[in-house]
């Protein structure tokens, strides 16, 4: 069994793709995004994001991230993957855009990466696993057998992001997510610790015009061909 690593921009449909791919093959997925998320709802929860300028109390979320347990378990009923902080299910509170606007900060805290990476290397280092995030190939597991980077026009992520939203009930324009993906996407390019940047291996996968069908038969094709070419 190998490792799949899958990076990209947000909104890209990213994980929609690596859950799928690794119900068909019968491997573990993780959205290492969804952890990041966790941590930034902790870190509100707490109250140590400040709203007037959205700096963060590090010492107190340090502490608090040495006594915290992030897990993921696929719900058989949904078949979603759905993330547990301390135990408890905050699948749908980290998808809020209350987190979504405040995640990139916390994400980019050394600290923050220093512990995700840790675990998310221990969950990943028997194989089996398609792992999903944005430095996955690159640091996490920068010797994946196989990697996919995948992009799409920031203005069909944000339609796809927006529907998506709205199908969740929440209020929200088209031009705020637009915004959002795009202020992401600058940080997480632009950080010091592990920006999102494509592994030189990596095939790029741009999914602009491609069906979901087209996508999964494309990545069962790579992933077959990845296998007979370590046989
Ligand atoms: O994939 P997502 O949109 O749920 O990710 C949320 C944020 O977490 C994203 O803005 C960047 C950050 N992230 C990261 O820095 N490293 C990862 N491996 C995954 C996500």
């Known amino acids: 069994m190998i490792t799949i690593a899958f990076d990209g921009y947000s909104s890209c449909g990213k994980s929609t793709m690596a859950r799928q791919l690794a119900a068909t093959i019968g491997y573990t997925f993780v959205d290492t995004g969804a952890m990041y998320r966790a941590v930034t709802l902790l870190a509100l929860r707490s109250g140590l994001v400040r709203f007037d300028d959205g700096t963060i109390d590090e010492t107190q979320l340090r502490s608090l991230l040495a006594n915290t347990v992030i897990t993921q378990r696929l719900n058989p009923q949904s078949g979603q993957t759905e993330t547990f902080l301390n135990g408890e299910n905050v699948e749908r509170e980290i998808r809020t855009m209350e987190v979504s606007d405040r995640v990139s900060i916390v994400a980019a805290l050394p600290f923050v990466r220093t512990e995700m990476v840790r675990q998310q290397q221990a969950m990943g280092q028997n194989g089996g696993i398609v792992m999903d995030g944005r430095d996955i190939g690159t640091t996490v597991f920068p010797n994946a057998e196989m990697k996919i980077f995948v992009t799409a026009t920031p203005e069909v992520r944000a339609q796809r992001r927006y529907l998506e939203l709205k199908g969740k009930g929440e209020n929200i324009t088209l031009e705020e997510v637009l915004r959002n993906l795009e202020e992401r996407d600058y940080i ?32 069962l094709a790579l992933y077959e061909k990845r296998i007979e070419a370590l046989q």
Do not use: F, I, K, W
Request: net charge negative; no cysteine.
């Open 188 to 219: 997480d390019s632009h950080r010091e610790v592990s920006p999102l940047r494509q592994a030189p291996d990596a095939v790029v996968l741009d999914n602009t015009n491609l069906t979901r069908e087209e996508q999964a038969a494309m990545l």
